[in-house]
């Protein structure tokens, strides 16, 4: 009787996994955030950020769920060096830019997904940066170790001001572009 009873478990346990879906959660030594910024005379910073947490969930083939929490004080430039370098990540994290003080973390909810081809997908969710939500979609492709994917979001809608076009007129060659290309290595 107590061998069927652990049978049981063992059965009901897979029989809801497999109608939740997969959870697949992220290695926060290995995943990986690059983030690129550019300025209107061509000039690109780009840099790195960190999870504090992460997860999707994969039923049938397909991201149902998901969410990925960043660590908004480890933004780390890595084009400058010295006291250009420091000085460029202590603004970041100002009131001009992240706000990192009041605001230490950005979330991305993933909500859905649509299967483009094979193991690509386009993935459907929120961002959270400023406390301010904003939808958006991303290309998201799945691979033998976890995930690779690259998404673009605008600063102005989350009230980053500084330099924008969105918000102040005649920068001239001091414009700083709203869109932030944001590369992401996930490794579950």
């Known amino acids: 009787m107590k061998i069927r009873n652990i049978l049981f478990t063992i059965l009901l346990s897979s029989c809801?996994?497999?109608l939740k879906g997969q959870e697949k959660i992220i290695d926060l030594s290995l995943s990986k955030i690059k983030w690129f910024g550019k300025e209107i005379?061509?000039?690109?910073?780009?840099?790195?950020?960190?999870?504090?947490k992460g997860s999707i969930i994969i039923e049938k083939g397909l991201v149902t769920a998901g969410k990925f929490v960043v660590d908004m004080n480890s933004?780390?430039?890595?084009?400058?060096?010295?006291?250009?370098?420091d000085y460029l990540e202590k603004h970041l994290r100002s009131n001009d830019f992240f706000g990192v003080e009041q605001h230490p973390t950005a979330t991305l909810n993933i909500s859905s997904s649509k299967k483009v081809d094979g193991k690509k997908h386009t993935?459907?969710?929120?961002?959270?940066?400023?406390?301010?939500?904003n939808a958006i979609n991303f290309d998201l492709t799945l691979n033998e170790k976890g995930a690779t994917a690259e998404l673009i979001f605008d600063r102005s809608k989350y009230n980053i001001k500084f330099r924008s076009s969105s918000f102040f007129d005649e920068l001239g060659d001091k414009l700083i572009?709203?869109?932030i290309e944001i590369k992401v290595d996930l490794v579950f």
């Open 16 to 18: 809801i996994s497999v």
């Open 41 to 52: 005379t061509t000039k690109t910073h780009f840099g790195s950020l960190k999870f504090k």
């Open 123 to 133: 993935v459907m969710g929120n961002l959270i940066i400023k406390g301010i939500s």
């Open 177 to 179: 572009y709203d869109d």
């Open 75 to 85: 933004i780390e430039n890595q084009d400058l060096s010295g006291g250009s370098k």
